[in-house]
Nanobody
């Protein structure tokens, strides 16, 4: 059974910070690429940040310099540190794990940034 559990979402004022966590179980998460995606009503789900098993990272232009993705192999966990949050960052954030032939999603966690 594949299981991804996100946590850390919530309500924060503009300029504040949040750290999202995603704990994976039931799969070889340490050899897969892990990432965070977000989606707002009426829009396509978009990549926020990703990190490979070797630590290579990729960020959306809109979050570069503000967000940092990291992973802890011992805990099978990926994190997203979000600083200097803007109202435009408001969305449901989803954890993702990808392999060459499979991909898995968490249930999502709501992030709301007020102005």
């Amino acid at each position: 059974q594949v299981h991804l559990v996100e946590s850390g979402g919530g309500l924060v004022q503009a300029g504040g910070s949040l750290r999202l966590s995603c704990v994976a179980s039931g799969i070889a998460v340490n050899i897969g690429t892990m990432g965070w995606y977000r989606q707002t009503p009426g829009k396509q789900r978009e990549l926020v940040a990703s990190i490979t098993a070797f630590g290579v990272t990729n960020y959306a232009d809109s979050v570069k310099g503000r967000f940092t993705i990291s992973r802890d192999g011992a805990k099978s966990t990926v994190y997203l540190q979000m600083n200097s949050l803007k109202p435009e960052d408001t969305a449901v954030y989803y954890c993702n794990v990808r392999f060459p032939s499979n991909n898995y999603w968490g249930q999502g966690t709501q992030v709301t940034v007020s102005s």
